[in-house]
DNA sequence: CTGATTTGACCGAG
DNA sequence: CTCGGTCAAATCAG
């Protein structure tokens, strides 16, 4: 299993590389030619998220030979830090109560080689820092809408805890949600910790109701620091956008129990990763990798893209997004590949995770989809 | 009117 | 008990 794991990763990783490489080439045909400003910019965008696929992935297969906590990786002015915790996550999604769920079924997570403790790890959080240049106090859109449900003082603290929740939630049994914190030692900074994935449209279907950027603009405008995200069409939020960003995943669930995708509760369709999970078992990276493309066809953001749209799909998107988008919504394409998006970590990590159970888990894949 | 945010109450875990 | 997370009524905004 571990070869198989192994090779795997290391396929994906010969396929997202050469992607970069096909891209710089393409690029390289565009510097000459009369291609647009944005086209190259968003070829560029295209290679820089290979690239950075590419080290999510040595990222995290990393912990398995060698307990690797952080990566940092420097693109057009933003950085992305990713911190591996030794307990690396599997992060089998729950509702945010956890008790929505139902629990009665129990995974024994045994991963053998490479983790013994990522029995859950519902959550991930994710650093952000903002930069006044790029205009933006505080916004830190992931292309999804977020509804605030409640704010807390946190002990210890010097900011308050906001809590969103996916907006849609009851209309489509979306439980995501996440938590943003400012900083105590760096307000710039803001922590967000996601929890749950979208199952809602919205992650594959881009082309979303927007919420109003002034509706942005009005609650940055108050009293709150902590950044609202309601809209999802960031036109402001080009490339440079010097934004700092730390992808932090934790483990901070030690449950033992896990909820298993396909005892998520009826009228959900469960979390996305579920599907992710298992469909890795039978699937190649491309649909394991599709699924990235998601958060690259999900509306632009101000926020940093950790981790990109699969190599192969993204000349799809590419075509896809200039049969729809004009040219000057290119670079909010762009943004929003660069963007982050709260489900491509525990995507990354599940379906690694799930290749090595895969030999240990002749589970019959058909079962789980509904 | 509808939908989002605010904010104190409530609840469960530790 | 304290604390973090959620609920839900009140409020606000378009």
């Not at 240049?133 to 906001?162: F, T, V």
């Not at 670079?331 to 290749?355: C, Q, Y």
């Amino acid at each position: 299993m571990e070869s198989n794991s192994c090779r795997w990763e290391q396929k994906t990783l010969m396929n997202e590389l050469m992607e970069g490489m096909e891209l710089a080439k393409q690029l390289r045909l565009n510097l000459g030619a009369k291609s647009s400003a944005e086209t190259r910019e968003f070829l560029l965008q295209k290679i820089l998220s290979s690239y950075e696929k590419s080290l999510m992935i040595l990222k995290w297969s990393g912990p398995m030979v060698q307990p690797q906590t952080q990566t940092q990786t420097q693109i057009q002015g933003v950085t992305v830090t990713v911190s591996v915790p030794p307990e690396s996550p599997i992060s089998v999604d729950e509702s945010p109560r956890g008790d929505e769920f139902d629990r009665g079924t129990i995974i024994k997570e045994d991963l053998r080689d490479c983790s013994k403790k990522r029995k859950v790890l519902p959550r991930w959080t994710d650093h952000v820092r903002i930069n006044s240049e790029n205009g933006l106090e505080g916004p830190h859109d992931d292309g999804y809408s977020w509804r605030k449900y409640g704010q807390k003082d946190i002990l210890g603290a010097k900011y308050p805890r906001s809590y969103y929740r996916c907006t849609f939630r009851n209309t489509q049994s979306c439980w995501a949600t996440k938590q943003v914190q400012r900083s105590d030692d760096d307000p710039s900074v803001f922590e967000i910790t996601y929890r749950g994935k979208h199952t809602c449209s919205q992650g594959s279907n881009p082309v979303q109701p927007p919420a109003s950027p002034e509706k942005q603009e009005r609650k940055l405008h108050n009293q709150n620091p902590v950044p609202q995200q309601q809209q999802q069409y960031g036109e402001q939020f080009s490339l440079q956008s010097p934004s700092n960003s730390r992808v932090n995943n934790e483990d901070l669930e030690r449950r033992e129990v896990v909820a298993p995708p396909f005892s998520f509760p009826s009228g959900s369709c469960g979390y996305m990763m579920g599907e992710d999970n298992f469909s890795a078992l039978v699937l190649d990276n491309e649909t394991f990798l599709g699924s990235f493309s998601q958060s690259f066809l999900s509306p632009a953001t101000p926020e940093p893209n950790y981790y990109m749209a699969s190599p192969s799909r993204m000349n799809n998107l590419a075509g896809i997004h200039n049969g729809q988008r004009s040219e000057s919504d290119l670079p909010e394409i762009i943004s929003a590949n660069t963007s982050a998006s709260n489900s491509p970590i525990p995507d990354m990590d599940f379906s690694l995770e799930r290749v090595e159970i895969d030999t240990n888990f002749p589970f019959d894949t058909a079962g789980f989809f509904p």
